[in-house]
């Protein structure tokens, strides 16, 4: 735990700060929920120290957000949405103007309003959900379309380049703990067998048939808030990975996160299969707000990226797991491997519903050409 009052120091919250505590089930950052008095009134702001490990340029990825951000609250002022400051994140500013501060330890924390009466879901409960969180993530990509500027800053490079990640597998087999090694004979002879799949979209980028896009490429289920009470898609947050990528990243990161029916760490794999109400659940919401912008190549990948971005993600946990546990947060010892153990149930239970999944896009995307 942070001194958060100091930290609320260095920001120009205009109001007093009460308490502070851990917030979120997030795999990265130290997230806090601060309680501050306004002028009498209690109110709530969200303070994260940016994980420096994972993203080496912080002043970087605060540039990206901080204009990312005044772009989607220009929109919503200039159409006289009544709720702008809930539909985007918004930064508080530095006492020296800037969207971001460094502690005396070097590190990099931002201050965001707390968007009250929502919340985001590690775990889908109705179907609707899935609907709205994906139509939210379509509409986060309309909105970066038209950015303008120069290109955002990767913030990681080769985040969803999968081969990389494939890569990394490689060397960590090599260098990483031969105990743990020894454990998972089955889970790297599942992840290099599927090589050919980890090339398929980047060379499609490469080709130009798959064109670069402003993505989100962290689209979990719980980095979009949904309305307590109406359970529309509110706010789209964390967006520490905006930046140039593929449409695939973030439609298969939805499928990876709100179509299986366990949690992202189930330990009963037997449990874990792909929900096809659910995709198509996604589907319809990301068409509803996407289907305008997409090409044929895209299109004709959306259920095939829900494969590869949850065979990406096991590839990462595995990794990591190998590696011993430096970059994702874990809350028990074989958290890692668990996790990748599901992604790979997940990815078998994608592979063998592909053809349904792939009749479904195309007969969803023929309905919404029609309406
Ligand atoms: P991480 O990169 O660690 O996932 P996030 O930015 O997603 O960090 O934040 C972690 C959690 O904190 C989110 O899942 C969400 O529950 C909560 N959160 C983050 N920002 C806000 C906000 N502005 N208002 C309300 N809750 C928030
Ligand atoms: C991390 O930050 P969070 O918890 O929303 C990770 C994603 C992974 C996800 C797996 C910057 O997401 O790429 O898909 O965990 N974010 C980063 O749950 O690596
Ligand atoms: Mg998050």
Not at 108 to 126: L, S, V
Not at 302 to 315: D, N, P, Q, R, V
């Amino acid at each position: 735990m942070h001194d958060l009052r100091a930290i609320a120091r260095l920001f120009d919250m205009r109001a007093d700060f009460v308490h502070a505590h851990p917030y979120g089930s997030g795999h990265i950052n130290d997230t806090y929920c601060a309680w501050y008095d306004h002028a009498g009134q209690r109110i709530r702001f969200i303070h994260q120290r940016i994980n420096h490990h994972v993203f080496k340029n912080p002043v970087a990825l605060m540039e990206n957000v901080d204009r990312v951000t005044r772009h989607a609250l220009g929109r919503l002022l200039d159409a006289g949405h009544p709720e702008a400051y809930r539909r985007t994140l918004t930064t508080i500013p530095s006492l020296d103007g800037q969207a971001w501060a460094f502690d005396g330890e070097g590190n990099c924390w931002r201050t965001y309003p707390f968007i009250e009466r929502a919340r985001g879901y590690d775990e889908i409960i109705h179907n609707e959900q899935a609907v709205q969180a994906a139509r939210a993530f379509g509409e986060f990509q309309k909105l970066t379309a038209d950015l303008g500027g120069s290109r955002l800053h990767e913030t990681i490079p080769h985040f969803h380049h999968t081969p990389t990640r494939l890569e990394a597998l490689e060397k960590a087999i090599e260098n990483g703990d031969p105990e743990r090694r020894a454990m998972v004979g089955a889970e790297i002879d599942f992840a290099l067998s599927r090589s050919a799949d980890c090339r398929r979209v980047t060379d499609l980028i490469a080709s130009g048939d798959i064109p670069e896009r402003v993505t989100h490429n962290d689209t979990k289920l719980n980095n979009v808030l949904l309305d307590d009470v109406t359970q529309e898609g509110v706010c789209v947050i964390d967006l520490d990975t905006t930046m140039p990528g593929s449409v695939l990243y973030d439609f298969g990161d939805m499928v990876r996160t709100a179509c299986p029916s366990t949690r992202e760490d189930e330990t009963d794999v037997a449990l874990i299969h792909v929900r096809l109400d659910r995709f198509e659940a996604i589907l319809r919401g990301y068409l509803s707000s996407a289907s305008g912008f997409l090409n044929q190549a895209e299109i004709d990948h959306l259920a095939f990226s829900g494969k590869l971005l949850t065979l990406e993600c096991g590839i990462r946990f595995l990794t990591d797991f190998l590696m011993g546990d430096t970059y994702f947060k874990i809350k028990r010892p074989l958290h890692n491997l668990d996790r990748c153990r599901s992604q790979f149930a997940l990815v078998r239970s994608i592979e063998s519903h592909l053809p349904e999944m792939e009749e479904m896009v195309h007969g969803k995307v023929a309905e919404a050409a029609l309406l």
